[in-house]
């Protein structure tokens, strides 16, 4: 099955710097990568997400690349401000499994003042 | 905008016990999910299902776990003898399709087994 790995665990940037997060997946039939954003106790939300047709998607502070040939796929955020602090998730999606989605294993990000 | 909600958000129940979990999914959508993460952890896949039958599931859902559609509207997993380990948050999820198609996730049972 699909695998995906995610670094790091914990990221801490200070406000206003760029905060980069990576994974890779194994299964190089996946086509579909979102990101999740998830506070403390609350659901995961869809924050961007990219599918195997396209090398990179920005959504204001927000982008996401993917590296189809290396199976790499990264987030990275801009501009970052206090209310960016959360655990982030990638994950991937194998094609033909009714969207099961296999999730990384986060990265809180913290961003300081 | 329709969102996926789930009750209860809070369920404490003693060991051995059965507890039932329940979702409404976003009334379009067509695939649903069960998803659990354990404090701290990932979220993790536990089934999928479709057209009234599960899709897929995983390792973790065993014997002890079912899900069922009752009615139009609800979707349910029942743990028939819940153990401490089941302790988790318990996210519901849906989708309009089964391939590349964003999933909406519910905001989650806290399910505490003592």
């Known amino acids: 099955g699909e695998n995906v790995e995610q670094h790091p665990s914990t990221l801490s940037v200070q406000e206003g710097d760029s905060a980069v997060i990576k994974c890779t997946y194994s299964?190089?039939?996946?086509?579909?990568f979102p990101w999740y954003k998830q506070e403390l106790g609350k659901r995961p939300q869809l924050i961007i997400d990219?599918?195997?047709?396209?090398g990179e998607k920005k959504d204001q502070r927000i982008a996401v690349t993917l590296n189809k040939t290396a199976k790499h796929f990264s987030l990275h955020i801009t501009e970052t401000q206090p209310e960016d602090s959360a655990v982030y998730f990638c994950?991937?999606?194998?094609?033909?499994?009714?969207?099961?989605?296999?999730f990384g294993t986060g990265t809180r990000l913290q961003v300081t003042l | 905008e329709p969102e996926v909600t789930q009750t209860p958000s809070h369920q404490v129940t003693q060991m051995g016990q059965e507890v039932i979990l329940r979702c409404v999914p976003i009334?379009?959508?067509?695939?649903f999910y069960w998803y659990r993460q354990i404090l701290g952890q990932k979220v993790e896949f536990l089934v999928s299902?479709?057209?009234?039958?599960?899709?897929?599931k995983s390792e973790i859902f065993d014997d002890q776990f079912s899900v069922e559609r009752p009615d139009g509207s609800n979707f349910t997993l029942k743990i028939r003898s819940t153990k401490l380990e089941d302790s988790a948050m318990y996210f519901c999820?849906?989708?309009?399709?089964?391939?590349?198609?964003?999933?909406?996730f519910g905001q989650g049972t806290r399910l505490t087994v003592v």
């Open positions: 990219i599918r195997s047709n396209v």
């Open positions: 994950a991937a999606i194998q094609t033909g499994t009714a969207s099961k989605l296999t």
């Open positions: 299964d190089s039939a996946s086509n579909y």
């Open positions: 999820a849906s989708t309009v399709g089964d391939v590349n198609t964003e999933a909406f």
């Open positions: 299902f479709y057209n009234n039958e599960i899709s897929e």
């Open positions: 009334s379009n959508h067509l695939y």
